[in-house]
């Protein structure tokens, strides 16, 4: 059963490395959690190793600007930085599973959908985009936009996949997210929701991020610094407010402990009205049991 606390303090001792979920933890896209700050400021003082893990299409150097904007400064709240986005160009320069060992050398890319039209993610990589889906080799998702005609988007997104699963073309979705919480508590569908479709269709997807296991290795040999890599997931403690992503993602992982942060993407589901209400125990329960997931703690926020 999941122990609900109310100061990270409380359990982060037994812990050498904590890996930290960004959106949803940190921040909620657009403000960051003051709490949440001072809290890895004091981990990171008692000589913990902090990861911060998040399902994001930008590569790590744009992430860094974004945490410094919020206030994060690596060393000080933070060590390391690990994205999705980055795991997705590590196997593009340097193919190491099936997937991209299968694609043709620099493939041209259709570009599906992106959030804010940015890709950066695909500068200097072994790969160009291309218009026309008549002349690509695979097709990539980095993100969707949010707000009016969602619905409308979706279906034309899903047409052009079906004309992609005639041609065979794959797909590259380096944020396996199905649903993100935005600053106003709205809910809206992700990347990760257009991949499942397509790959349900019979499609060849590769989805990076959480809950694939394999990211969470990306993590345990940058805290190897600290604590021998087969030793990282019996010291590490993940945080993070998705149940399907960041709680089952360190339960494949086999990471010793996950605590579930409630004020996040599950807040309606909790009936939740405010970041500092109580965390109804029974509510609680109820949405674990709906998902067949057990994290080790919940907590409201994460504070000191």
């Not at 590769?206 to 010291?235: Q, T, V, W």
């Amino acid at each position: 059963m999941t122990e609900i606390i109310t100061r990270i303090r409380d359990i982060v001792k037994p812990f050498d490395t904590i890996i930290v979920d960004q959106w949803g933890v940190m921040h909620n896209g657009r403000k960051a959690s003051q709490n949440t700050k001072l809290a890895l400021l004091k981990i990171k003082k008692l000589g913990k190793c902090i990861v911060t893990l998040s399902n994001s299409s930008k590569p790590r150097r744009e992430t860094k600007m974004m945490l410094d904007a919020l206030g994060f400064e690596q060393g000080q709240h933070y060590d390391h930085i690990v994205t999705s986005g980055a795991d997705m160009q590590d196997q593009m320069l340097e193919p190491k599973d099936e997937f991209y060992q299968a694609l043709p050398k620099n493939p041209r890319l259709f570009v599906l959908a992106t959030y804010d039209g940015d890709l950066s993610l695909l500068q200097n990589m072994p790969c160009r985009v291309v218009e026309n889906l008549e002349q690509a080799d695979a097709l990539i998702i980095t993100g969707l936009a949010y707000g009016q005609g969602e619905g409308e988007k979706l279906a034309k997104l899903k047409a052009i996949l079906a004309i992609a699963k005639v041609k065979n073309l794959p797909l590259i979705c380096p944020n396996a997210d199905m649903a993100v919480a935005m600053p106003d508590g709205s809910i809206h569908p992700c990347a990760g929701v257009i991949a499942k479709y397509y790959a349900q269709q019979g499609g060849r997807v590769r989805m990076h991020g959480k809950p694939d296991p394999h990211i969470y290795y990306s993590c345990f040999r940058l805290a190897a610094e600290k604590i021998p890599i087969n030793k990282s997931a019996e010291k590490c403690l993940a945080i993070g407010d998705s149940l399907a992503n960041d709680i089952k993602g360190a339960q494949n992982a086999k990471c010793n402990a996950s605590l579930f942060v409630a004020s996040g993407i599950h807040q309606h589901d909790l009936e939740m009205q405010k970041i500092n209400e109580s965390i109804n125990p029974q509510r609680l329960e109820k949405l674990t049991n709906r998902f067949n997931i057990t994290p080790t703690f919940a907590i409201n926020e994460v504070c000191w």
